[in-house]
C-alpha cells in the first residue's frame, strides 16, 4: 500500500539530494505533463534517470534524463507517492497550475535523511 506526503519546500532540496544519491544505473522515469492550456502530454516515456535537484536560487525543479532534462519552474507544491519499497512517483504543482508527474518504473529506496 502507498501513501501521498506532501513535502515542505524547506525539504525540497535535501529530499532531491537523498533522491539522486540513490539513483542507480537503470533507473527508468516516464514524465507526463498536466497543463491547463495544453492538457496532458507525456514528455519522455521510461528514459534513464540521472538525477533530480531543486535549485532554490532560481526556484526551479530539475529532473535530468538520458537525453533531456525536464524543468518546472516555480513549484508551488510537491507531492510523494511512497510505499514499502520506497519512492513510485512524484507530482509538482508549478505556479501556473501546470502539474508534473514523474513516475518511477521501479521504486526507489532513498537513504535515511
Do not use: C
Amino acid at each position: 500500500m502507498s501513501s501521498l506526503r506532501t513535502v515542505p519546500p524547506s525539504e525540497w532540496r535535501p529530499f532531491f539530494d537523498r533522491m539522486s544519491k540513490a539513483l542507480r544505473q537503470g533507473t527508468r522515469a516516464e514524465i507526463e505533463v498536466a497543463s491547463p492550456e495544453f492538457g496532458d502530454q507525456v514528455m519522455a516515456e521510461w528514459m534513464p534517470m540521472i538525477g533530480v535537484t531543486y535549485d532554490s536560487n532560481d526556484d526551479l525543479l530539475d529532473v535530468a534524463l538520458e537525453r533531456a532534462d525536464h524543468l518546472v519552474y516555480h513549484p508551488t507544491e510537491i507531492a510523494v507517492e511512497e510505499g514499502a519499497d520506497g519512492v513510485r512517483s512524484i507530482a509538482v504543482t508549478a505556479s501556473d497550475g501546470t502539474r508534473n508527474f514523474v513516475r518511477l518504473k521501479d521504486p526507489l529506496q532513498l537513504p535515511r535523511g
